[in-house]
């Protein structure tokens, strides 16, 4: 059978019940006969033993809610025992009121406890030898034993909690990096996937309004705006394809027998510009320095820096732009600058382009520049390559 709730362990019920107990087991005592134990030869009723016994079985209720009030009290009760002649039953309950006392109250009563009972023992001892030795035992047994009990429990219980807390904190921050890490993976696939989705779709959306919106268009002029429009939706599909394959498990490809896998690093950069002047953008190219290898990340991030901020020419701009490729010895900077529409025309946006290119130049270390430039809207990136120092 479980007992009921207001016994369990930490609960003013549990020590009203050890109170009573401890009353229960002092009446026995007094009832049996044994007052005063300690001082036999002193002439005084044993019913004035009883009030003591009463106050230090207090002092045991008020344990947990009032450990300073219940040592005094105790303390107190202890006094008037020994006044009389000192009983075994009050002596006993007492040695409970100081192990409570180093147990639950403050760090330093438990440190004044240890100085004042070692140096009654110690004047204990002393009076033993000079023909006292009961004395001297009674001291050690009855007040420096609870103390030294008490004091190896609470240690005990306060390593407990301070595991316990040390466990909810690495708890915590397990479950704080596991949050920053699920965001910072948001974020990234959020990028890859703008970069893969929204640069396609807008130059498959710029020839599908031309088509619709240019009245006599040849069959020529069609199938040129067709011709794009397929040429673009493969790439972003198998680029889609080739994303979904690094977010499966190893082993599960979506399609083993596609043997084509999309490249995206600053030296398929011409590739892409081929495609976006298909899609109707003039692009000029200028590359500074000698064109070496990048590492997996700032290749990756280059080409698309370059893939978004052509797309945005291409969605804002007149038709035409100018990239640049700087490689020099610490960094690589690309710069992309274009004439901006008068007027706002052009595919709607919504900033995201722009907060991925900058997200992905901080990520590495490197500067970020957006704006407009000599009346031209430029587009700056500079990506640390780790050399040179």
Same mark, same amino acid.
């Given at each position: 059978?479980?007992?009921?709730?207001?016994?369990?362990?930490?609960?003013?019920?549990?020590?009203?019940?050890?109170?009573?107990?401890?009353?229960?087991?002092?009446?026995?005592?007094?009832?049996?006969?044994?007052?005063?134990?300690?001082?036999?030869?002193?002439?005084? +009723?044993?019913?004035?033993?009883? +009030?003591?016994?009463?106050?230090?079985?207090?002092?045991?209720?008020?344990?947990?809610?009032?450990?300073?009030?219940?040592?005094?009290?105790?303390?107190?009760?202890?006094?008037?025992?020994?006044? $009389?002649?000192?009983? &075994?039953?009050?002596?006993?309950?007492?040695?409970?009121?100081?192990?409570?006392?180093?147990?639950?109250?403050p760090p330093w009563l438990w440190?004044?406890?240890?100085?004042?009972?070692?140096? &009654?023992?110690?004047?204990?001892?002393?009076?033993?030898?000079?023909?006292?030795?009961?004395?001297?035992?009674?001291?050690?047994?009855?007040?420096?034993?609870?103390?030294?009990?008490?004091?190896?429990?609470?240690?005990?219980?306060?390593?407990?909690?301070?595991?316990?807390?040390?466990?909810?904190?690495?708890?915590?921050?397990?479950?704080?990096?596991?949050?920053?890490?699920?965001?910072?993976?948001?974020?990234?696939?959020?990028?890859?996937?703008?970069d893969v989705v929204a640069n396609?779709?807008?130059?498959?959306?710029?020839?599908?309004?031309?088509?619709?919106?240019?009245?006599?268009?040849?069959?020529?002029?069609?199938?040129?705006? $067709?011709?794009?429009?397929?040429?673009?939706?493969?790439?972003?599909?198998?680029?889609?394809?080739?994303?979904?394959?690094?977010?499966?498990?190893?082993?599960?490809?979506?399609?083993?027998?596609?043997?084509?896998?999309?490249?995206?690093?600053?030296? @398929?950069?011409?590739?892409?510009?081929?495609?976006?002047?298909?899609?109707? $953008?003039?692009?000029?190219?200028?590359?500074?320095?000698?064109?070496?290898?990048? +590492?997996?990340?700032?290749? &990756?991030?280059?080409?698309?820096?370059?893939?978004?901020?052509?797309?945005?020419?291409?969605?804002?701009?007149?038709?035409?732009? @100018?990239?640049?490729?700087?490689?020099?010895?610490?960094?690589?900077?690309?710069?992309?600058?274009?004439?901006?529409?008068?007027?706002?025309?052009?595919?709607?946006?919504?900033?995201?382009?722009?907060?991925?290119?900058?997200?992905?130049?901080?990520?590495?270390?490197?500067?970020?520049?957006?704006?407009?430039?000599?009346?031209?809207?430029?587009?700056?990136?500079?990506?640390?390559?780790?050399?040179?120092?």
């Amino acid at each position: 059978m479980r007992a009921p709730p207001w016994l369990d362990s930490g609960t003013l019920g549990r020590d009203l019940v050890l109170a009573c107990a401890s009353l229960a087991g002092g009446l026995v005592l007094y009832a049996l006969g044994w007052q005063p134990q300690v001082r036999p030869d002193v002439e005084v +009723p044993s019913a004035l033993f009883l +009030p003591p016994l009463v106050a230090v079985c207090v002092a045991v209720g008020l344990r947990r809610v009032a450990p300073r009030a219940s040592l005094a009290v105790g303390t107190a009760a202890l006094a008037v025992d020994a006044v $009389l002649g000192s009983s &075994l039953g009050t002596v006993l309950i007492y040695t409970q009121v100081l192990y409570d006392a180093c147990v639950y109250g403050p760090p330093w009563l438990w440190r004044w406890l240890l100085r004042i009972t070692v140096a &009654l023992s110690l004047l204990g001892l002393v009076v033993g030898v000079l023909g006292y030795a009961a004395l001297g035992v009674l001291v050690v047994l009855a007040g420096l034993l609870p103390v030294l009990t008490g004091i190896s429990v609470r240690q005990y219980r306060d390593q407990a909690a301070a595991e316990r807390a040390r466990a909810e904190q690495t708890a915590r921050l397990v479950e704080l990096d596991r949050r920053q890490a699920v965001s910072a993976e948001r974020a990234r696939m959020a990028r890859e996937l703008h970069d893969v989705v929204a640069n396609h779709l807008s130059a498959v959306a710029i020839h599908a309004t031309a088509v619709l919106s240019v009245p006599g268009l040849d069959r020529g002029q069609v199938e040129s705006a $067709l011709r794009v429009i397929r040429e673009s939706s493969v790439q972003g599909l198998a680029e889609m394809r080739q994303m979904i394959e690094v977010l499966r498990e190893p082993g599960t490809s979506v399609d083993p027998a596609t043997p084509e896998v999309v490249t995206a690093r600053l030296a @398929e950069a011409d590739g892409l510009v081929e495609r976006v002047r298909a899609a109707g $953008l003039a692009v000029r190219v200028r590359t500074d320095g000698t064109p070496g290898a990048l +590492p997996v990340g700032v290749d &990756l991030a280059a080409y698309r820096i370059v893939q978004e901020s052509l797309t945005n020419a291409l969605k804002h701009g007149t038709g035409e732009a @100018e990239l640049t490729i700087a490689y020099r010895p610490a960094e690589v900077v690309l710069t992309v600058e274009n004439p901006v529409r008068r007027g706002g025309a052009g595919l709607p946006g919504a900033g995201a382009g722009l907060i991925g290119m900058r997200e992905r130049a901080t990520l590495l270390a490197g500067r970020f520049t957006a704006g407009p430039h000599d009346g031209r809207w430029q587009v700056r990136a500079a990506l640390p390559t780790g050399e040179g120092g």
